[in-house]
């Protein structure tokens, strides 16, 4: 396997990951002590900027999915 077929595909198992988490952060984020959701909301954040870095390293760059990472980014900081 190539480089950039080595990046998708670890690129979409960061996604999933992503998806994941960010659903349920947004479904239980209320019954969460404060240092809970404070600790969710910095995985989630982190994991997503792993995601653009390895976005932006890719060649081509996957513009949508850079767009959607920086989308999400701004609706998890926005949130409580």
């Given at each position: 396997?190539?480089?950039y077929s ?10 999933s ?64």
């Amino acid at each position: 396997m190539n480089l950039y077929s080595e990046q998708v595909k670890t690129l979409n198992k960061i996604m999933s990951t992503i998806d994941e988490k960010a659903a349920l952060y947004k479904e239980t984020r209320f019954d969460m002590r404060g240092a809970q959701s404070d600790a969710q909301k910095k995985l989630l954040l982190d994991l997503i900027k792993s995601a653009t870095e390895l976005a932006h390293e890719m060649k081509p760059s996957p513009k949508e999915v850079l767009d959607d990472l920086g989308r999400l980014t701004r609706q998890i900081n926005d949130m409580r």
